[in-house]
């Protein structure tokens, strides 16, 4: 069974830097074929991809938020890291990690999701 | 503004059935599988269709997807009050360096 849960602060000002653990269980990411991607939702929109990481350690991320982003991975832990750096009030959203299928283009499994707030 | 083109609502009655579109390209849609998710309110995002029109276990029948060129289409039918929910398509795209691409939602109100 395959699960993923968010980690991080709930608060973050403005300018700093947010960092998010996704510990995942039930699968590697050593494995052929699999990937994990960070995605957000801002209140009230839509979903947006931002970075995912594949098993070979290959990295993609959002054209508009590549220059903020850097995503990591640590699979003796179970563990796939974001960092996006200053952060904005826009930057306000869920934050999903998810397990990827990149040959078919899908994503089967979300964590439960983590709302970060960027206020002063 | 999302890659993906989706209508902001779509609505129908108990019973009835319903589809949601999605357009895209050729560098997204036309040239690589679509998938569906469903959010219910408060919840994370779920899979509902992938590689275009397979459903995952556990998934009822009365969900199906479609691709023609660079559309595709979830339908549902018999549709019920638990329905409600936010639709989104969901695929690659090879223009972009980050891989994914979503729709920008579908509402669907179960009158």
């Known amino acids: 069974q395959i699960t993923l849960k968010e980690s991080g602060p709930t608060l973050v000002k403005p300018t700093q830097t947010l960092t998010l653990t996704c510990t995942f269980s039930g699968f590697s990411l050593s494995t052929s074929g699999v990937g994990v991607g960070w995605i957000r939702q801002p209140p009230g929109k839509a979903l947006e991809w931002l970075a995912l990481i594949y098993w070979d350690d290959d990295k993609r991320y959002s054209p508009s938020l590549k220059s903020r982003l850097t995503i990591t991975k640590d699979t003796s832990k179970n563990q796939v890291v974001l960092t996006m750096t200053n952060m904005d009030p826009v930057d306000t959203a869920t934050y999903y990690c998810a397990h990827i299928l990149p040959k078919l283009g899908t994503v089967d499994y979300w964590g439960q999701g983590t709302l970060v707030t960027v206020s002063s | 503004?999302?890659?993906?083109?989706?209508?902001?609502?779509?609505?129908?009655?108990?019973?009835?059935?319903?589809?949601?579109?999605?357009?895209?390209?050729?560098?997204?849609?036309?040239?690589?599988?679509?998938?569906?998710?469903?959010?219910?309110?408060?919840?994370?995002?779920?899979?509902?269709?992938?590689?275009?029109?397979?459903?995952?276990?556990?998934?009822?029948?009365?969900?199906?997807?479609?691709k023609s060129g660079t559309s595709a289409t979830l339908g549902i039918t018999g549709l019920q009050t638990g329905d409600e929910a936010d639709y989104y398509c969901?695929?690659?795209?090879?223009?972009l360096s980050a891989g994914g691409v979503?729709?920008?939602?579908?509402?669907?109100?179960?009158l």
Do not use: H, M
């Open chain 2, 102 to 110: 979503f729709g920008g939602g579908t509402k669907l109100t179960v």
């Open chain 2, 1 to 66: 503004q999302s890659v993906l083109t989706q209508p902001p609502s779509v609505s129908a009655a108990p019973g009835q059935k319903v589809t949601i579109s999605c357009s895209g390209s050729s560098s997204n849609i036309g040239n690589n599988y679509v998938s569906w998710y469903q959010q219910l309110p408060g919840t994370a995002p779920k899979l509902l269709i992938y590689e275009n029109n397979k459903r995952p276990s556990g998934i009822p029948d009365r969900f199906s997807g479609s």
């Open chain 2, 90 to 95: 969901g695929t690659w795209d090879s223009s």
